[in-house]
């Protein structure tokens, strides 16, 4: 039927918008707390990195390599560049400042945050990864032309330059595609991780930047790709 009182419409349309309005006000809430509880757990402490301003946890700092960290070799004849914890910055006052300066809801903040605290393995790059770079499988689309005897090329794709022994960290490529699970890691729990981050592809999704890799690690230019989440003022 039609509402033909005005007035009476009008009383339904404020009870309606409140209540629309009551239930995002316990939806966003809910993410609130969601997003305390993840950061309670130490494995989900989330650090950035001095050199490259890229967000890790204690156990990603195991695997993942710094582009800008110096670079040593261990007694394995291990190539190590490691990220360094900024002993400034502050996890809460990082998520204010995410919250006042992009606008976004509780919800797209925890599954943002929530998607960097998540490890899966590349059965194609043959690498670990975290869930906020699911299309950073990367590679180059030509393989390299070398010299006759010489160490140094190029990637024509690119024109990046290309070196057949090298100590600085193995570069993968300047295009990238989505990460493929191991099917080693495809563990049921894993799958259901997957399945969360492809739902929210768009939200928690960090774009890929290709640079001149090799150049900028020995610069010392290369900025972090983790920054689809601003980094806090200081």
């Known amino acids: 039927f039609f509402f033909t009182d005005t007035a009476t419409t009008e009383i339904y349309t404020q009870a309606f918008v409140g209540s629309v309005r009551c239930v995002q006000e316990t939806v966003s ?16 402490t989330l650090f ?8 890790f ?25 490691e990220h360094m914890a900024d002993r400034s910055w502050d996890i809460n006052k990082f998520i204010h400042y995410v919250r006042q300066q992009d606008k976004i809801s509780w919800r797209e903040l925890y599954w ?13 790059c043959d690498r670990n990864f975290v869930g906020a770079e699911i299309g950073h499988c990367c590679y180059h689309s030509q393989i390299p032309r070398f010299n006759s005897g010489s160490n140094k090329g190029v990637y024509p794709c690119c024109n990046a330059p290309a070196v057949r022994f090298d100590t600085a960290p193995k570069v993968l490529g300047c295009a990238a595609t989505n990460h493929q699970i191991s099917t080693t890691s495809a563990t049921k729990e894993n799958q259901v991780f997957l399945s969360k981050i492809m739902q929210r592809y768009q939200i928690v999704a960090e ?5 001149n890799f090799t150049e900028d690690i020995k610069k010392g ?5 983790n920054d689809s989440l601003p980094l806090s003022k200081k």
């Not at 950035?48 to 967000?55: A, D, N, Q, S």
């Not at 230019?221 to 790709?225: A, M, P, Q, V």
């Open 29 to 44: 809430k809910l993410f609130m707390k969601k997003l305390e509880l993840l950061l309670e757990d130490e494995n989900n």
């Open 48 to 55: 950035r990195c001095v050199y490259c301003k890229k967000l």
């Open 57 to 81: 946890t204690r156990s990603q700092k195991q695997w993942m390599t710094c582009s800008k960290a110096k670079i040593f070799i261990d007694f394995h004849g291990k190539v190590i560049a």
């Open 112 to 124: 943002k945050i929530w998607a960097h605290t998540v490890i899966l393995k590349c059965g194609v």
């Open 207 to 211: 774009p890929f930047k290709c640079s």
């Open 221 to 225: 230019d290369l900025k972090g790709i």
